[in-house]
């Protein structure tokens, strides 16, 4: 026997949404107090990453494609990530 549809009042997008706004309070409350440092851009950083990688997967619709479009996304990231780190590391010395 089937069990009956129980209906979903809140989706997936929804709580995808709700971590991305809590990620940028967290990141716009780090960068109101002031800190900062090697460990606070690496925070913020891995914040901004996590929520692309979010935002690509949820909201562009990537996590249904094929993995040659995943990997063209995640290469940017991975890329356009690894740049700021290197610069970043460059200004310090």
Same mark, same amino acid.
């Given at each position: 026997?089937? #069990?009956?549809? #129980? ?32 460990? %606070? ?7 901004? %990453?996590? #929520? ?27 890329? %356009? ?8 590391? #460059?200004?310090?010395?």
């Amino acid at each position: 026997m089937d #069990k009956p549809h #129980k209906p979903h009042f809140i989706r997936a997008c929804t709580y995808i949404w709700l971590a991305l706004i809590i990620l940028t309070c967290i990141t716009y409350a780090i960068g109101e107090t002031g800190w900062s440092g090697t460990a %606070v851009m690496l925070t913020v950083l891995g914040t901004a %990453v996590i #929520k692309v990688e979010m935002v690509a997967s949820y909201f562009m619709g990537l996590r249904r494609t094929r993995w040659l479009w995943r990997g063209i996304v995640l290469g940017w990231l991975i890329l %356009v990530s690894g740049l700021i780190t290197i610069a970043y590391f #460059k200004s310090l010395g």
